[in-house]
């Protein structure tokens, strides 16, 4: 797999994310690409080839290995680091639809632009984002969620047992450099709750934004037209005379024009 073409693909993304996005793709490529590409590839290169179970019966280790090991590790975080970057490549599409589309605009209207700048984070590219993030936190998290689920935990174990047929009996079976395995599996877990952990963060940076912009407008909305409260207070003592009065000519019984207006 090439994760340098994909390294490449997504380094553009930095200038659409905001600081917790960029912190969270350095995470992604640092502790999780690298350590996978360097390190992690080759302690699980003779999983299968070092997996010993003291008997000679025929198909009693592949058993064995196989429900032990129903996935690989390696390939389980090649999914999740494939799945965990696809919502990136999506706000990076959604930049480049809004940047063919200005300059198509900017073409037809003589130079004038459809977008100050296509990359800023409003309407459908701030839900784009949002989703992304969601998608990731959510991804990591099954992941990590899926590994507990196979192996009952983070653990490696340096004894595993096995009954299964053909084996004739409850073998022993033994994992190669257990406590290296271990110590990578914690490694990349505590690597992916940091950035479900970025991800959340971003979240709540990106309403807070939002909400602080909502509540900015909203409050020069109210400067520009100051007549408002004004205005309603004057209506509302209209119609308070309004009643006052016709509850006096009730008492008087003076015959009402209009009795509708009892209900305004």
Known sequence: MNWSALESLLSGVNKYSTVFGRVWLSMVFVFRVMVFVVAAQRVWGDENKDFVCNTRQPGC???????????SHIRLWALQLIFVTCPSLMVMAHVKYREGKDSKYASQHQGSRLYANPGKKRGGLWWTYLVSLIFKAVVDAAFLYILYYIYHG??????????????????????SRP???????IFMVVSSAICIFMCILEMFYLLGKRLQKVLKERSLYIRVDPTIGSQQNISRQKKAEEISSLYEATEQNVPLRNESSLYI
């Open 154 to 175: 983070y653990d490696m174990p340096r004894l595993s047992k096995c009954a299964l047929e053909p084996c004739p009996n409850t073998v022993d079976c033994y994992i």
């Open 179 to 185: 406590t290296e395995k271990k110590i990578f599996t």
């Open 61 to 71: 280790t592949n058993v064995c290995y196989d429900s032990i090991f129903p996935i």
